[in-house]
Nanobody
Framework: QVQLVESGGGSVQAGGSLRLSCAVS????????LAWFRQGPANAREGVAV????????VYADSVKGRFTISQDNAEKMLYLQMNNLEPEDTAIYYC???????????????????WGQGTQVTVSS
């Protein structure tokens, strides 16, 4: 079992920045996958960024490439999502997720993830 707790959401104006955090605990093992997903109003949950532990492979959705960065502090068991140049379209509930096996074909597919946090709200105003 893996437990995930997000924090760091809030409200920001377009062009601003936020950093989301996710505390990871439980039986992750030495090889696992952490990811950020989001779900906006009336939208399906979509993958944002993925990080493969320990090799460090990252995958980003096209909509956030160059603006968002996923990273980890392994010692502290924390996952981060640095979000820069935010746009109103980034408004959503952001979720941290985990799985044990990495498959590049399903990296951003929420159905492939077994463990989820409760989510944190990000609101970007124009």
């Amino acid at each position: 079992q893996v437990q995930l707790v997000e924090s760091g959401g809030g409200s920001v104006q377009a062009g601003g920045s936020l950093r989301l955090s996710c505390a990871v605990s439980g039986s992750t093992g030495s090889r696992y996958v952490l990811a950020w997903f989001r779900q906006g109003p009336a939208n399906a949950r979509e993958g944002v960024a993925v990080l493969v532990i320990p090799i460090g492979t990252t995958v980003y959705a096209d909509s956030v490439k160059g603006r968002f960065t996923i990273s980890q502090d392994n010692a502290e068991k924390m996952l981060y999502l640095q979000m820069n140049n935010l746009e109103p379209e980034d408004t959503a509930i952001y979720y941290c997720a985990a799985r044990y096996e990495f498959n590049a074909n399903f990296a951003l597919d929420p159905a492939a993830y077994n463990y989820w946090g409760q989510g944190t709200q990000v609101t970007v105003s124009s």
